[in-house]
């Protein structure tokens, strides 16, 4: 066993003595206890012990033997950057532009459900605590609120995150509403005709209440039907970009190009759909590759440290997306906890492209990439 494996088996077994029963963030931190979180893994410990074993085991699984969610970490540590000296990084700029957007820094909110179980803030709390760092929040058609309202608690721009259900009717009335309510961007996920064998989450079945799903029509949304011609559908009405989340084969992103969409998110869902399938952060280059810059690359999946982004950007990304990492902001303090989060991986980014002499993002290429 590596010392990586060694981590996280240790991680898992620390998490499984956590003494939180109830289902709810029983020991949320206050603001001076918040400022002392250094990185995102501290929020991780910290988030372990404030949040239930079975919320836990349904934010933090993968699916079946949670080979690619160790992978996902992983790859990230075995990129190595090569730093250049003696460059002016006393000013940094780190915007970036998506689909005519300005983005202060390129790190997005990626799409999560149930995040009422992480904390009684729950969507509102996320949607809050983006705002107030300014970052993109893309939210989950599986939020436990309408996407109404969720955009209505926002400060900073929002994208919504669609699965196309089995009603095509019900599913065009939800695009035009999240358009209606001012979601900007759409990100169909389009890696789950169904979930995944999650079975450290199966473990805790029935633990969790049942929750309210109001942007679905019914329980059972997933449309293992769908195909590329439900994209072209989905694009003959959508007024907003339309971006796919979830493609990880370079031919699959070369399809979607053709198909005309504004973006790709390079995912596997967190690794909670299909086990053994590379990290995301290896897809990305053959990926970036196939695409030669016709549209914008996202990348999310193991996302922990600025210098991940760094090599996210150098690989083909305009932009990374998070998701575990702050639903352990929300769940260790609520919307503060969210911002927390992003405000310390912005921090993190910008040291990166410091200490790697990048102090642009134009100036973030393969060469800040040790070769292989
Ligand atoms: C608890 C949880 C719920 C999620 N729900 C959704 C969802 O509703 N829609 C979706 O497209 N992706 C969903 N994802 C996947 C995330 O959008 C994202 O791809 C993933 O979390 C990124 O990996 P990371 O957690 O390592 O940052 C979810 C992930 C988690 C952990």
């Given at each position: 066993m590596s010392v990586i494996d060694a981590s996280i088996v240790l991680c898992e077994i620390e998490c499984s003595r956590a003494?939180?029963?109830?289902?709810?963030?029983?020991?949320?931190?206050?603001?001076?206890?918040?400022?002392?979180?250094?990185?995102?893994?501290?929020?991780?410990?910290?988030?372990?012990?404030?949040?239930?074993?079975?919320?836990?085991?349904?934010?933090?699984?993968?699916?079946?033997?949670?080979?690619?969610l160790r992978w996902n970490l992983e790859a990230y540590r075995h990129i190595r950057l090569r730093p250049r000296v003696l460059v002016d990084v006393s000013?940094?700029?780190?915007?970036?532009?998506?689909?005519?957007?300005?983005?202060?820094?390129?790190?997005?909110l990626s799409p999560t459900g149930a995040q009422g179980f992480v904390?009684?803030?729950?969507?509102?709390?996320?949607a809050r605590g983006a705002g107030a760092a300014e970052a993109i929040l893309i939210i989950s058609s599986s939020a436990s609120m309408r996407v109404e309202e969720v955009v209505k608690?926002?400060?900073?721009?929002?994208?919504?995150?669609?699965?196309?259900?089995?009603?095509?009717?019900?599913?065009?009335?939800?695009?035009?509403?999240?358009?209606?309510?001012g979601c900007r961007a759409l990100c169909v996920s389009v890696d789950?005709?169904?979930?995944?064998?999650?079975?450290?989450?199966?473990?805790?079945?029935?633990?969790?209440p049942d929750r309210p799903l109001p942007n679905f029509q019914s329980k059972d949304y997933l449309d293992p039907t769908v195909t590329w011609k439900?994209?072209?559908?989905?694009?003959?009405?959508?007024?907003?970009?339309?971006?796919?989340?979830?493609?990880?084969?370079?031919?699959?992103?070369?399809?979607?190009v053709q198909a005309g969409v504004s973006g790709i998110?390079?995912?596997?869902?967190?690794?909670?759909?299909?086990?053994?399938?590379?990290?995301?952060?290896?897809?990305l280059p053959l990926v970036s590759a196939r695409v030669q810059g016709r549209i914008p690359i996202l990348v999310d999946g193991g996302i922990r440290r600025g210098t991940d982004i760094v090599k996210a950007l150098a690989l083909g990304a305009t932009a990374v997306g998070i998701g575990r990492p702050y639903l352990h902001g929300l769940g260790v303090g609520g919307a503060a906890g969210v911002t927390r989060v992003l405000q310390i991986l912005r921090r993190e980014f910008?040291?990166?492209?410091?200490?790697?002499?990048?102090?642009?993002?134009?100036?973030?290429?393969r060469s800040v990439l040790w070769p292989t």
């Open positions: 003494v939180c029963i109830t289902l709810l963030s029983m020991q949320a931190k206050t603001g001076a206890e918040l400022e002392k979180a250094l990185s995102l893994p501290h929020f991780a410990e910290m988030a372990c012990d404030c949040i239930s074993p079975a919320a836990w085991a349904r934010l933090e699984g993968g699916a079946a033997d949670e080979i690619t000013q940094l700029d780190t915007r970036v532009t998506l689909f005519g957007q300005e983005l202060p820094f390129p790190i997005l904390h009684t803030d729950g969507d509102l709390g996320v608690a926002a400060t900073a721009t929002v994208w919504f995150q669609l699965y196309i259900q089995r009603d095509r009717e019900f599913t065009r009335d939800l695009v035009q509403r999240a358009e209606a309510a789950s005709p169904s979930h995944g064998a999650r079975d450290r989450e199966y473990r805790f079945k029935g633990q969790l439900d994209i072209d559908w989905l694009q003959s009405f959508a007024k907003i970009p339309v971006l796919l989340k979830g493609i990880i084969d370079p031919d699959d992103a070369d399809i979607a998110f390079v995912s596997n869902h967190g690794a909670r759909n299909l086990d053994t399938v590379p990290a995301t952060i290896d897809a910008e040291l990166a492209m410091m200490l790697t002499g990048r102090p642009t993002i134009a100036s973030i290429d």
